[in-house]
């Protein structure tokens, strides 16, 4: 079952696009705070976005384009505007389609469906972020997003933190981090993990997150 995200302002069109969405099979979630759209979408992991253009504080295109940044996640724009230049904004900022209002429910059930197909045609309904409490990491590349900040991780950092986040709230031993590292030809010892680790902390401290990695004295480490 596919999750897809309503950025809808207007309650009465919201609620019916929720309500077909249901009929469908799908999970509808819905933003209502629009100042945190980004955070919501991070913790919702969406697997299709329905976004309006006209939105209280940023508009549509602002927040599409915060989500391009981490993902690849179809979006669909829904808008009462048509003029050329706000198409081509949509396609610019990394829309997949463009549907004017009034619509048909029908039309947009159809579109949500051919985009899905199209997007998720082998079965790899995987998505392009991990989050929890706020920490967001990007599968694409590389990118750790917190509060607004971000920082590039090097790629053995990135497979460290994601396979603690993946794991949150469980002890994960120092030998599994390493045999997960080993087995994608990249082996570290035990001081190289020490290292990496340490500096992981560093670069996590620089944008707030202090002591986000504990360590759990001979057994391991845990996010929680």
């Not at 004017?100 to 079965?123: E, H, Q």
């Not at 590349?141 to 986040?165: A, C, G, Q, R, V």
């Not at 599994?176 to 340490?198: G, P, S």
Request: net charge negative.
């Amino acid at each position: 079952m596919y999750k897809i995200l309503v950025i809808e302002d207007e309650e009465k069109i919201r609620d019916i696009i929720k309500k077909s969405l249901g009929k469908w099979g799908f999970e509808a979630y819905a933003v209502d705070n629009f100042n945190n759209v980004f955070e919501e979408f991070a913790r919702i992991n969406p697997g299709l976005v329905l976004m309006d253009v006209n939105l209280p504080a940023f508009d549509g295109f602002y927040w599409c384009n915060k989500i391009r940044s981490i993902s690849k996640v179809p979006v669909i724009f829904l808008s009462s505007r048509s003029t050329n230049m706000d198409v081509i904004m949509a396609v610019n900022m990394g829309a997949d389609d463009y549907i004017t209002k009034p619509f048909s429910m029908d039309i947009l059930m159809a579109k949500i469906n051919a985009i899905l197909r199209r997007t998720y045609s082998y079965g790899d309904t995987s998505m392009d972020t991990i989050d929890y409490k706020g920490v967001v990491i990007s599968l694409k590349d590389n990118m750790l997003y917190f509060n607004e900040k971000s920082i590039e991780l090097t790629k053995n950092e990135f497979k460290i933190l994601y396979i603690l986040m993946e794991k949150h709230e469980n002890i994960v031993s120092r030998e599994d981090i390493m045999q997960e590292l080993w087995q994608d030809e990249n082996f570290i010892d035990d001081n190289t993990l020490t290292v990496n680790i340490n500096r992981l902390r560093k670069k996590l401290k620089e944008i707030g997150l202090i002591d986000f990695i504990k360590t759990i004295i001979n057994q391991g480490y845990v996010i929680k």
